[in-house]
């Protein structure tokens, strides 16, 4: 059974760069899936920041396509997001999630990320 | 993008009761359509896939039907651990995208 945990700072400053770290166990990183990011704002619903594909291949949203960057590390079974210039408007949960294309039948629990200074 | 507006945006219904929630698109996207579960503090829990297919350990009380714009998720009969809020989600067309949700609350 996979599970997946995020890591990463609760607390970024205005202007600075988000990054979270996706752990993966219970299934290969590189084995075809897509791995995905979603975030929830507080007390909203829940935005696509987009995929990677154990391949590498990414799609991003549009909306964020200039500031976000999404990797994988195969030998640590880790994908990860970089979000730079961040605004009090980025303060979400964000979770990552496992996906056969789009449709996440695994989620982290998720991490809440401030942003103030 | 596809816009995704769902329908009520509250339910308040009893326990044994028929839940019936819609989720309308802006325009296509190939019936790539997934229904989530979500309770406070946790995790999206994925429902239904590709419309109609339950994900793995759904009751069958819940089912998902419909195709090109309009879609419908049915409970049918609320159990009280199914109070929550539901998202419609496609993801045929990127970016991909979520409804507002519609809460199910009891009555």
């Known amino acids: 059974q996979v599970h997946l945990q995020e890591s990463g700072p609760g607390l970024v400053k205005p202007s600075e760069t988000l990054s979270l770290t996706c752990n993966v166990s219970g299934y290969s990183i590189n084995r075809g899936s897509y791995w995905g990011w979603i975030r929830q704002g507080p007390g909203k619903g829940l935005e696509w920041i987009g995929n990677?594909?154990?391949?590498?291949?990414?799609n991003y949203n549009p909306y964020l396509k200039s500031r976000v960057t999404f990797s994988v590390d195969s030998s640590r079974n880790q994908f990860s997001l970089r979000l730079t210039s961040v605004t009090a408007a980025d303060t979400a949960v964000y979770f990552c999630?496992?996906?056969?294309?789009?449709?996440?039948?695994?989620w982290g629990q998720g991490i809440l990320v401030t942003v103030s200074s | 993008e596809v816009v995704l507006t769902q329908s009520p945006g509250t339910l308040s219904l009893s326990p044994g009761e028929r839940a019936t929630l819609s989720c309308r698109a802006s325009?296509?996207?190939?019936?790539?359509l997934a229904w989530y579960q979500q309770k406070p503090g946790q995790a999206p829990r994925l429902l239904i896939y590709?419309?109609?297919n339950r994900a793995t350990g759904i009751p069958d009380r819940f089912s998902g039907s419909g195709s090109g714009t309009d879609f419908t998720l049915t409970i049918r009969r609320l159990e009280p651990e199914d109070f929550a809020v539901y998202y419609c989600q496609q993801y045929g067309s990127s970016p991909f995208t979520f409804g507002p949700g519609t809460k199910v609350d009891i009555k």
């Open positions: 325009e296509t996207f190939l019936n790539y």
């Open positions: 999630a496992r996906g056969e294309i789009g449709d996440y039948g695994s």
């Open positions: 990677i594909h154990g391949s590498g291949d990414t």
């Open positions: 590709g419309a109609s």
